[in-house]
């Protein structure tokens, strides 16, 4: 004869175990209230707190598995429950299937990290979206839901592995590309050199008396987000992490969207901010207020209060940007159908060009353009030094051109510090020459004052 639990049909369950005579009823009820328990532990948790839609499909189906289980759960079901999908929708089962896989992976991250000590594991196997509750070490016999078919969990390891290999692959450039970085920040170098006045004039200016120093890195992974996307994240999206969300039109494409939130969840920077957060880490650990370093993602509005801020990128890849950019001439655009970054002159000179492309000279070589500004915070309470070149390339050049004693003297006599001792605010638009990828040779183009 089959087990009870395995007969038991509809909404009956809890009240026919609580009903069963001995020590077996009490322990199915006990089982049942843990699982319930352990659900309400996994929603709370810091991996589902941002995630409305995914505590929500987890809540019903766990709910829907334990109170019967003998009952299939389907994508209409969820589709109309869940995501409040009409029951004449269309695509209800696309949406299903992307979130049923955004949940599977976030339950092996729960069960692999915060909640590795659980007695029970939770696991929603593919084609099905009715979760399996099942002790760590458990018999057959101890599997409160039927297990798979067997030869289920190989096939299905199989089919979640192959579409994924290309990103395996593309992390395994991301590490030779954290290793690069990791030589750049820990390689011995000097700080600035003694003969380089100009130099440790301006930067005086960040390392205060009066308040700490931030540089805020910017975020690789965004840029290609945005890419896939085709447009960038605005600062109030970017600041709410909700990043299944914005992705929603890649749904359509479920490894495409999957790909998409799996890059997000990493934190990458271009070797450029890491050589300068290098150079600047030397020259802050000499001033009395702490040097900070941020990643974007981690970075919060109250610094620009309390702080003098340094943002490195485009907007598209530091959306802290959107914060000065009204007082800027010179901003990043980029171009979605070529993917060409460029920069627009909002108040153009005489006949000179509103918009500076980049262009390639040769096979090896090509002409982009940077921006580099220094103004007050949105507050007035401290500063700010905004830099970005249109390629990683040019970015490295601002890095360069803020500490080099040649360019920052020529850069005072064009803007006459007051007094011989503050630098006014400014903006700059330079050109790059880049040589078969070797750093590049940097020209000032334009040098005004920002607008306040």
């Not at 101890?142 to 992390?171: D, F, M, N, S």
Request: net charge positive.
């Amino acid at each position: 004869m089959a087990p009870v639990h395995d007969i038991i049909l509809r909404k009956d369950v809890n009240r026919l175990l609580r009903a069963m005579p001995g020590a077996a009823g009490d322990r199915r009820a006990n089982e049942l209230e843990e699982c319930r328990r352990l659900v309400e532990r996994i929603v709370a948790s810091p991996l589902f707190e941002r995630s409305a839609r995914l505590r929500e499909f987890l809540s019903y189906v766990a709910g829907r598995a334990l109170d019967d289980p003998a009952s299939k759960i389907n994508e209409d079901e969820i589709a109309r429950a869940v995501f409040a999908r009409p029951l004449d929708s269309e695509g209800g089962d696309s949406i299903v299937r992307v979130h049923a896989s955004l949940l599977r992976k976030r339950l092996e991250q729960f069960f692999s990290g915060e909640g590795s000590r659980e007695a029970w594991i939770i696991e929603i196997p593919k084609g099905n979206y009715a979760p399996q509750f099942r002790l760590r070490r458990a018999t057959a016999d101890q599997k409160l839901l039927p297990p798979a078919p067997p030869g289920t969990a190989a096939v299905q390891r199989g089919r979640r592995l192959w579409p994924l290999a290309g990103l395996t692959a593309a992390l395994a450039v991301v590490c030779v590309f954290l290793g690069v970085q990791n030589y750049y920040l820990i390689a011995p170098s000097p700080a600035i050199p003694r003969n380089s006045p100009t130099v440790s004039r301006f930067w005086a200016t960040f390392f205060s008396r009066d308040r700490a120093a931030d540089l805020v890195l910017s975020d690789s992974s965004l840029s290609l987000f945005a890419d896939l996307i085709h447009r960038p994240l605005s600062l109030a999206e970017y600041v709410s992490k909700d990043y299944a969300q914005i992705a929603e039109p890649l749904a359509a494409n479920p490894q495409l969207h999957e790909a998409a939130i799996m890059l997000m969840q990493r934190q990458n920077t271009p070797i450029g901010d890491a050589n300068l957060a290098r150079k600047l880490s030397l020259i802050g650990t000499t001033g009395p207020r702490p040097f900070q370093v941020f990643y974007a993602r981690d970075f919060h509005i109250r610094h620009f209060k309390f702080d003098n801020v340094i943002l490195a990128g485009a907007r598209r890849a530091n959306p802290w940007v959107e914060l000065i950019e009204g007082h800027l001439d010179f901003r990043f655009g980029y171009n979605e159908a070529e993917r060409i970054a460029f920069i627009e002159d909002r108040a153009p000179a005489g006949n000179g060009p509103a918009v500076y492309s980049v262009k390639r000279l040769s096979r090896t070589s090509r002409l982009g353009y940077a921006v580099i500004a220094f103004l007050p915070n949105p507050s007035g309470d401290g500063n700010v030094l905004y830099f970005a070149g249109s390629e990683m390339e040019g970015t490295e050049a601002c890095s360069e051109f803020l500490t080099s004693e040649h360019w920052m003297s020529r850069l005072a006599q064009r803007t006459g510090p007051k007094n011989g001792n503050t630098f006014p605010y400014f903006q700059l638009l330079l050109k790059t020459d880049v040589v078969a990828g070797a750093a590049p040779e940097v020209g000032i183009l334009h040098c005004r004052p920002v607008k306040l």
